[in-house]
């Protein structure tokens, strides 16, 4: 059983930078790919931004790229996404979801049915 918990979601204006992390729980974090998806009001869940188990490899929408950036710290069980140049259609629940298995320490994953457990998410409301 794995634990997600995301913090530091908020209201900020266009334009506007804002940070949000997600603690795991468990021994083996550094094992897991990682991800963050959003849900805005009446839409689908999207990906946002995904993460390989090691690091070193990153996926992001076209919607976010040049604006986000998703990292992980293993020591700490904790992935993060920043985010800069927020725009009001970036407003949603944004959730992070690990993935148990991979098939390289490479390897990133951008579907939702690719994801084992999900964190509570976290509100990010971007005002014009």
């Known amino acids: 059983q794995v634990q997600l918990v995301e913090s530091g979601g908020g209201l900020v204006q266009a334009g506007g930078s804002l940070n949000v992390s997600c603690v795991a729980s468990?021994?083996?974090?550094?094992?897991?790919?990682m991800a963050w998806f959003r849900r805005a009001p009446g839409q689908e869940r999207e990906i946002v931004a995904a993460i390989s188990r090691s690091g070193g490899n990153t996926y992001y929408v076209d919607s976010v790229k040049g604006r986000f950036t998703i990292s992980r710290d293993n020591a700490k069980n904790t992935v993060y996404l920043q985010m800069h140049s927020l725009k009001p259609e970036d407003t949603a629940v944004y959730s992070c979801?690990?993935?148990?298995?991979?098939?390289?320490?490479?390897?990133?994953?951008?579907?939702?049915?690719?994801?084992?457990?999900w964190g509570q998410g976290t509100q990010v409301t971007v005002s014009s």
């Open positions: 468990g021994r083996t974090f550094s094992s897991y790919p």
């Open positions: 979801a690990a993935r148990l298995t991979s098939y390289s320490s490479r390897s990133y994953y951008s579907a939702v049915s690719d994801y084992d457990y």
